[in-house]
């Protein structure tokens, strides 16, 4: 039977029911549901609803309670009782009796699950920032052991100027260093407990909110019954979270799919982490990296999907809000999945240094370093930059690079130059010379891998 049922006369069609009922999703959030409950009966003790002695009993069923659901929570999808509140009840009441029939005394479901879900998304966060330092962690000794791995950095997709496999490695742990932060932000803006919020205007027993909120370890009572209960800012900052770090991920993604291009043929990834095909023998597909690309576009659905679902929404509690938790779930799901898939891809890729060499000597990348060798010799670089220019189409004619072209060749554009212009040309001052903190240069990248080491190890 409902919880509800007494205003009824008639049961509620089976075709609603399954509509309506949210079982088969929040079953999830037993265990906090219960470590609530166990909170909310402590209080109901200070406020003469229950005495010590049936506090004592209660927390004992709920924690055997507890004790099943953790050894099976699937078993949870055997009953049909409309949501995880309702069933914990239920559960409670069969163990023992009337007793259990008092703990729902001033508390509503709409203060219930406002709780359950924030203490849900508290240990969410707190799992999912560990899976980014791991991946930080696998990025920062993939960098370390690829200093010496030179290869073009793009702009545009076109070859700009030399960097290091080190470096591209070091610009991803940058973004999820600002998705781990974006994680404490958002922990503690959801560190409030709403629980004594009651359906929206309150409970009516002069509940100590600060103690409630101490004991289910929160940092403090929320200060709004009517924002308590309608509040899912905390889902929706997650969902932007996740979103934005599946925006890193899937770029990531996309880069590796690229290197790993017969076209680019930079990196090897292990059979681990590739599938074949059905049809072409020859064929070793990314995707472990094509899957990460994809599943962004989920996790962004799920973030559009919550802000649709609350705009408009008049205060307070709505059955829309039901609705936030199969999209939080997945979403925070697949987040995790894909940053321990990401760490996996690097597990054994090979980064193929002759090819990333190869290319990085290719493509005029060092036209950068030409201009300022004209800048050194006194012509001003706006000058500089559009001799560079007509000596690159003049190697791209007799199909030379740069640091081919003979000292005559160089001064039919421009009668500075000398001899000691190959120097700079060579792969190695064009890293040596960016050594600006945050550059390429090999010196700065095995300071900042040395730094995230300290900061991370
Ligand atoms: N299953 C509901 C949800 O997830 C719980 C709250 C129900 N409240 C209500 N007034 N019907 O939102």
């Known amino acids: 039977m409902a919880l509800w049922g007494g205003r009824f006369t008639q049961a509620a069609d089976k075709r609603f029911k399954d509509f309506n009922d949210s079982l088969r ?11 609530g409950s166990i909170g909310w009966s402590k209080a109901l003790v200070t406020v003469g609803i229950l005495t010590k002695a049936e506090q004592q009993q209660l927390e004992v069923a709920l924690n055997a309670l507890l004790v099943e659901v953790r050894s099976n929570p699937l078993g949870i999808l055997q009953d049909d009782a409309e949501d995880i509140h309702s069933w914990v009840e239920s559960k409670l009441i069969n163990k023992i009796g009337n007793l259990g029939k008092k703990l729902h005394t001033g508390r509503s479901r709409n203060d219930q699950v406002a709780l359950d879900i924030k203490m849900w998304c508290k240990q969410r966060v707190t799992e999912l920032q560990h899976t980014i330092r ?16 030179v290869m073009p950095g793009y702009t545009h997709l076109q070859r700009a100027q030399p960097i ?3 470096h591209w490695c070091m610009a991803y742990v940058e973004m999820l260093d600002r998705d781990y932060s974006r994680l404490s932000d958002a922990y503690r803006r959801m560190n409030t407990c709403p629980l004594g919020s009651g359906a929206l205007a309150g409970t009516a027993y002069p509940i100590d909110r600060e103690q409630l ?3 289910l370890d929160f940092s403090m009572a929320t200060r709004n019954s009517l924002d308590s209960v309608s ?11 996740a979103s934005l770090s599946m925006a890193h991920l899937s770029r990531f993604a996309e880069d590796m799919i690229i290197f790993n291009s017969g076209e680019a043929d930079f990196v090897e ?3 681990r982490v590739t599938s074949g095909s059905s049809l072409m023998p020859q064929k070793k597909n990314p995707d472990a990296c094509e899957l990460i690309r994809g599943k962004a576009g989920r996790v962004m659905g799920a973030l559009t999907g919550m802000l649709v679902t609350l705009k408009a929404l008049p205060l307070a509690y709505n059955k829309d809000m039901q609705e936030d938790k199969e999209g939080i779930f997945d979403a925070l799901d697949t987040w995790q999945d894909c940053v321990e898939m990401a760490s996996f891809v690097l597990d054994d890729i090979k980064v193929n240094v002759e090819r990333t060499k190869e290319a990085a000597l290719k493509g005029y990348s060092n036209a950068t370093e030409l201009a300022d060798y004209l800048v050194s010799k006194g012509v001003p ?3 500089s930059h559009h001799i560079v220019g007509e000596t690159v189409v003049y190697a791209i004619k007799v199909h030379k690079g740069l640091e081919d072209l003979t000292i005559d060749e160089f001064r039919q554009f421009s009668d500075v130059v000398n001899e000691d212009v190959y120097e700079i040309l060579s792969l190695q001052s064009c890293l040596d010379k960016r050594c600006a903190k945050g550059g390429v240069s090999p010196l700065r990248v095995a300071e900042a891998i040395a730094e995230a080491k300290v900061r991370f190890l």
């Open 231 to 241: 509040d899912r800012d905390h889902i929706i900052e997650l969902l932007s979270t």
């Open 134 to 149: 791991r991946l930080q962690v696998k990025l920062v000794e993939t960098a370390e052991n690829n200093q010496d791995a």
């Open 381 to 383: 670089f706006r000058d």
């Open 213 to 215: 909120a101490k004991d």
């Open 269 to 271: 990834l292990s059979d």
């Open 164 to 166: 290091s496999f080190a």
């Open 25 to 35: 999703f929040d079953y999830r959030l037993a265990e906090q549901d219960i470590e």
